[in-house]
């Protein structure tokens, strides 16, 4: 692994000394978030997790090497660079062999961060079931990852530009745990509730941290998706990102958008669409899942 792969020294020797490490992904930077703002948040994000007792590893690919802690320079690296990849599973091997810069997606992230022996990730939202996929095939492989690879996932639910509740579905089939932190509703991203229950409703970091614990002991593989709803006073109403959703989705159609450019032409339409006040929502929710990530890691035995 070693030969593809650099952990920066704060992250290596955190993990050397049993302290906690929280992985984050970098396609948000890349493809999810406009520059400057995509930097400044990914920095604050850090320092969220910093604050709440554990070290950060941004994780990314640069000059196809994967990287376990990008520093400052490296976030604005790919934050700027042109021909930076979209890295799922799929685009691994060829990103490293060809010695390409990419940014990491939920999956891809997952996969790094378990190479790393890094347990606890965090990020904005998770792909998932589009809508329509009956027809067009479109299931985010964040699922599929989901299911194989032992790493907990905390996120801030799934963006309606999914269906939600086909998502779910797919989890259940693919023996997730799907948790939500301090709700009965499991979150839409934006909004604090989907309108789908959540079976498993967790209170406290601790006891999230305990359930990741048990499931590994178990020897039952897979990650464990914990939904943490965005902060009240930061929702947008859950009509009104529908509104936006459906005219973005509209135009992806007409577009004939294909593939693995489907979700980001989504996100910029919807932000495009919104005049930034989405953009707003994202940042603080990430920073809310970073608090929260952060405290699970840090009760993690
Ligand atoms: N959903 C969001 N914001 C994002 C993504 C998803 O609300 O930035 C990114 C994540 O990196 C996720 C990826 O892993 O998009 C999923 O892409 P796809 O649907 O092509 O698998
Ligand atoms: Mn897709």
């Known amino acids: 692994m070693e030969k593809y792969m650099d952990i920066n020294p704060e992250v290596r020797s955190a993990m050397e000394e049993g302290r906690p490490v929280v992985a984050l992904e970098s396609t948000i930077i890349a493809h999810g978030m406009p520059y400057p703002k995509n930097v400044e948040t990914a920095l604050a994000v850090n320092e969220m ?3 709440n007792g554990a070290v950060p590893a941004t994780i990314g690919i640069i000059n196809g090497r994967m990287k376990v802690g990008l520093s400052a320079e490296e976030i604005e690296y790919l934050a700027t660079a ?3 990849w979209k890295v799922s599973r799929r685009d691994l091997p060829y990103v490293l ?16 961060s378990h190479m790393a022996g890094i347990r606890v990730f965090v990020t904005g939202g998770i792909g998932g079931v589009h809508r329509g996929a009956g027809e067009s095939f479109d299931i985010s492989a964040d699922l599929e990852e989901l299911k194989t690879t032992d790493v907990a996932v905390v996120c801030a639910g799934v963006k309606s530009i999914l269906d939600i509740g086909a998502t779910l579905e797919y ?4 023996g997730v745990p799907v948790i939500t932190f301090g709700s009965d509703d499991f979150p839409a991203f934006y909004s604090r509730k989907s309108g789908f229950r ?18 590994y002991s178990l020897g039952l593989r897979g990650g464990v998706l914990v939904g943490c709803p965005i902060p009240e006073e930061d929702e ?33 339409e919807v932000k495009a669409m919104t005049s930034g006040s989405s953009l707003e929502a994202n940042i603080k929710l990430v920073l809310n899942n970073a608090a929260l990530g952060a405290k699970i890691a840090a009760s993690l035995k």
């Open 236 to 268: 947008i109403p859950f009509e009104e990102m529908e509104r936006v959703i459906e005219a973005a989705l509209q135009k992806c159609k007409a577009l004939k958008i294909t593939g693995k450019r489907i979700t980001p032409f989504l996100l910029d």
């Open 49 to 51: 997790i910093r604050n």
């Open 171 to 174: 989890l259940e089939t693919a």
């Open 198 to 215: 959540t079976d498993c409703r967790i209170d406290s970091p601790k006891e999230i941290a305990e359930l990741i614990s048990l499931k």
């Open 82 to 84: 042109k021909n930076v």
């Open 97 to 112: 062999s060809n010695r390409l810069d990419g940014a990491t997606t939920v999956a891809g992230t997952m996969i790094v």
